[in-house]
C-alpha cells in the first residue's frame, strides 16, 4: 500500500489520534468498576490501539509480500 508511504504526516497524525482514543476510553473503563458498560469502553479502546498498531505497520507490510 502506497498511500502509506507517500502520506507520513497523515499516518502519523492517525496513529497520536487512535493512540490517545484508545488510551483514554481503556482508563476510562478501568475506572468504570463492576459495571458492564466498563468492560465495552475497554474493548472499544483496544480496537483503537490496534487500528494505531496496524497503520503503524501498513507500509512494511509489502515489503515481505514483494520477495
Known sequence: MEF???H?????LLIAVF????TAMVIG????TG???GL???L???V?????LAIYNSPFGNAKRKK
Open 4 to 6: 502509506w508511504k507517500e
Open 8 to 12: 507520513a504526516g497523515l499516518r502519523l
Open 19 to 22: 493512540f490517545v482514543i484508545g
Open 29 to 32: 473503563g478501568w475506572k468504570m
Open 35 to 37: 459495571q458492564l458498560a
Open 40 to 42: 465495552g469502553w475497554m
Open 44 to 46: 472499544l479502546g483496544l
Open 48 to 52: 483503537f490501539l490496534l487500528a494505531a
